[in-house]
């Protein structure tokens, strides 16, 4: 099995900009990364791409990095649609839960006039810090499954 790490990390002070990429940030416990215009007190306080599915925009002839779909963590080794709501990844000692699944895109962003397509949408998927602390570009991701009780 493939270790499933960190690509990149990408923040910005600004919504509806590229993010920047970052070798470290630190993650706050209810809130999100610190200094990340996302973070907040709600449910999408991270968001996460596979770079596989940058890969797939660049095979299309975009000239795209990691963070430019706004994601604030580029993953890879998972198909982040295989995930459920309430999963979590675990992080050295941070712990995400997985909030939702994919968005709706109210505005066609620069990259949907550029390609006629954008995969955020589809297949980026949301998160809230569980467990804050410090992670860093090349740490691997667990993923713990929710374990679903019979009622």
């Keep these: 099995m493939n270790k499933i790490k960190i690509i990149s990390l990408n923040i910005s002070k600004k919504k509806g900009i590229p993010k920047t990429q970052v070798n470290s940030v630190i993650l706050i416990e209810n809130w999100g990364i610190e ?12 968001s996460l ?3 596989e599915s940058i890969d797939k925009m660049r095979q299309l002839g975009l000239n795209v ?3 430019a779909f706004a994601e604030n963590i580029t993953i890879e080794g998972i198909n982040l649609l295989d995930l459920k709501i309430g999963d979590r ?3 050295g000692n941070a712990v995400l839960e997985v909030t939702q699944i994919g968005k709706e895109c109210h505005s066609k962003c620069a990259i949907y006039y550029q390609a006629g397509d954008c995969v955020m949408p589809r297949e980026g998927i949301f998160a ?4 804050g602390g410090k992670i ?3 740490d691997e991701v667990i993923v713990e499954k929710l374990i679903p009780i019979d009622v």
């Design 35 to 46: 200094g990340d215009i996302h973070s907040g007190n709600w449910h999408r306080q991270i």
């Design 49 to 51: 791409l596979a770079i």
């Design 65 to 67: 990095r990691p963070g």
């Design 89 to 91: 990844l675990i992080i």
């Design 128 to 131: 809230r810090v569980i467990s």
């Design 136 to 138: 860093n570009v090349g």
